[in-house]
């Protein structure tokens, strides 16, 4: 679902940062090798993504989803020198993808890589995470933020991706479409939680930026 003409949406990327000719090789061979290549963030999210993270200039990032690594890249751009991000995901399969990208970066020493549930390998991450993205699998997102509060510094940032899913969140879902029926429970949640102040942002597939009260 297209929430601006596709001329529109032209238009706003060709006015916006151009994007890194690594991103754009990354971006080529995601959609040549790996299947549903319309998960990358691409290039207009991607120059959001890294202009938020300049503008925390984060030491810690946790990304809950990496698939090939885009999204990872753009938010190691706003890394402080020292800085750190952990991304997880649970497709073993793209580890070697990933991994060849980061390491053809400037910021492959800062990106450490999780593989497994990310339910379980969060908690077993350090707290004071400055940034989180949420880009992972939709029905868990209310589980992903009530696990990763508790580890956010004060002032951080959540990051949480697709809160609008193709504006399937103004239908009435079926009982069955757990995906939208997960998205519209934390939508509301964070809404209202008082931990957290939220702003959803019509961005590609709507982009919600949470900041922890």
Known sequence: MHFISPELEAYVSEHSQSEPPLLQELSRETHLKVIQPRMLSGHFQGR???????????????????YTGYSALCLAEGLAPEGILHTIDVNEELYDFQRKYFD???????IIQHCGDATEIIPTLKDGIDLAFLDADKINYPKYFEILIGKM???????????????????????NDKQTLALLEYNRMIKEDERVETVLLPIRDGLTVTRVR
């Open 104 to 110: 053809k970066s400037e910021y492959g020493s800062q």
């Open 153 to 175: 510094k004060k002032g951080g940032i959540i990051l949480s991706d697709n809160v609008l899913w193709s504006g399937k969140v103004l239908e009435r879902p079926k009982d």
């Open 48 to 66: 959001v993504l890294s202009m938020l993270s300049k503008i925390i200039h984060p030491s810690y990032i946790v990304e809950v989803g990496t």
